[in-house]
């Protein structure tokens, strides 16, 4: 007999498949049994993503809000999402609210570096960075930015130690995404399923 859970389990791993479009008849049938769930909305949010389809992302993603306004991970996947329309604004605002339910994680402050980069706030750009690498040092994603924003504002001498940092490092690669598999052990998070 399938229940929500056994559901949950095969859309995530057909969306890490790369397969979202199966996912997502998974995730809507889940939610029959257990509407209110946030992190089956979450799943969904994130299965649509995938699609392209944001608008329907998007309004998963609110519903797990309205749900549990407390899992930072529908407020990342949201200012992702306005990122890539570029709506800055909206992007910022999503960020920093998922800051303020998990201060400590390392891409949703690189985010927000590259949102402040694009403004060209440079100096807060180098602070959201700075931020992510102490967080997770090796970040390569966040040193490349961090790199960046130092010679925009004129300090080369951070910008080629960031760079010979960079050399002896391996970027992940595009498909990866920086989550509870890629990040120390020290930051997993038992509710987090995907970024």
């Known amino acids: 007999m399938e229940n929500a859970a056994i559901l949950n389990n095969s859309g995530i791993a057909l969306t890490e498949a790369n397969r979202p479009f199966e996912a997502i008849p998974m995730f809507r049938?889940?939610?029959t049994i257990e509407p209110?769930?946030?992190?089956?909305?979450?799943n969904l949010g994130i299965a649509q993503q995938k699609t392209g389809n944001y608008t329907d992302a998007i309004n998963s993603f609110q519903q797990s809000i309205i749900i549990d306004d407390d899992i930072a991970e529908a407020w990342h996947s949201m200012g992702l999402i306005y990122y890539e329309l570029n709506e800055l604004d909206l992007a910022e605002d999503c960020y920093m609210s998922a800051l303020l339910r998990n201060n400590n994680d390392p891409g949703t402050w690189n985010n927000l570096g590259v949102i402040n980069f694009n403004k060209n706030n440079y100096e807060e750009a180098r602070?959201?960075?700075?931020?992510?690498?102490?967080?997770y040092p090796q970040y390569f994603d966040a040193l490349f930015n961090l790199r960046d924003t130092c010679r925009e504002l004129g300090d080369f001498r951070a910008a080629a130690e960031f760079e010979r940092i960079l050399s002896n490092l391996e970027p992940l690669p595009r498909s990866a995404?920086?989550?509870?598999d890629t990040l120390p052990a020290a930051f997993n998070r038992?509710?987090?399923n995907q970024e």
Do not use: R
């Not at 602070?127 to 967080?135: G, H, T």
């Open 29 to 31: 049938k889940a939610l």
């Open 36 to 42: 209110g769930n946030p992190l089956l909305w979450l």
């Open 127 to 135: 602070n959201c960075f700075e931020k992510s690498i102490s967080l």
């Open 177 to 180: 995404k920086l989550s509870a």
């Open 190 to 192: 038992q509710d987090k």
